[in-house]
């Protein structure tokens, strides 16, 4: 069974940090495009940052994000992180991760996203003083 568990969130004051990590079960997440995505309270879903499943591994990060935030993944564990930095009441939203498995179709890009086929339940982060 597929599944995606995402842990790391919670409530942290602007400049902080946070590390949300992605946890797969099910299939092997190294071979699949792996992203992380935002939804705020009245905003369409955003593609926050994407890792794919190459060796080596292509990268993207929203403009929003970039210099600030960290994908990486760790085959082993069967998990991918998002590294949170200088973090702003703007970042405040539910994250979920998503895969492109089983069909592998996925991507990430500046002019939108798609594929993905399996998602998290998502996870509350909050920026605020």
């Known amino acids: 069974q597929v599944q995606l568990v995402e842990s790391g969130g919670g409530l942290v004051r602007p400049g902080g940090s946070l590390r949300l990590s992605c946890e797969a079960s099910?299939?092997?997440?190294?071979?699949?495009?792996i992203g992380w995505f935002r939804q705020a309270p009245g905003k369409e879903r955003e593609a926050v940052s994407c890792?794919?499943?190459?060796?080596?591994?292509?990268?993207y990060y929203t403009d929003s994000v970039k210099g600030r935030f960290t994908i990486s993944r760790d085959n082993a564990k069967n998990t991918v992180y998002l590294q949170m930095n200088s973090l702003q009441s703007e970042d405040t939203a539910v994250y979920f991760c998503?895969?492109?498995?089983?069909?592998?179709?996925?991507?990430?890009?500046?002019?939108?996203?798609?594929?993905?086929?399996?998602w998290g339940l998502g996870i509350q982060v909050t920026v605020s003083s």
């Open positions: 890792i794919t499943g190459d060796s080596p591994s292509g990268i």
């Open positions: 998503a895969t492109d498995h089983p069909l592998g179709r996925g991507y990430c890009s500046g002019g939108g996203w798609t594929g993905m086929d399996y």
């Open positions: 099910g299939f092997r997440l190294g071979y699949y495009t």
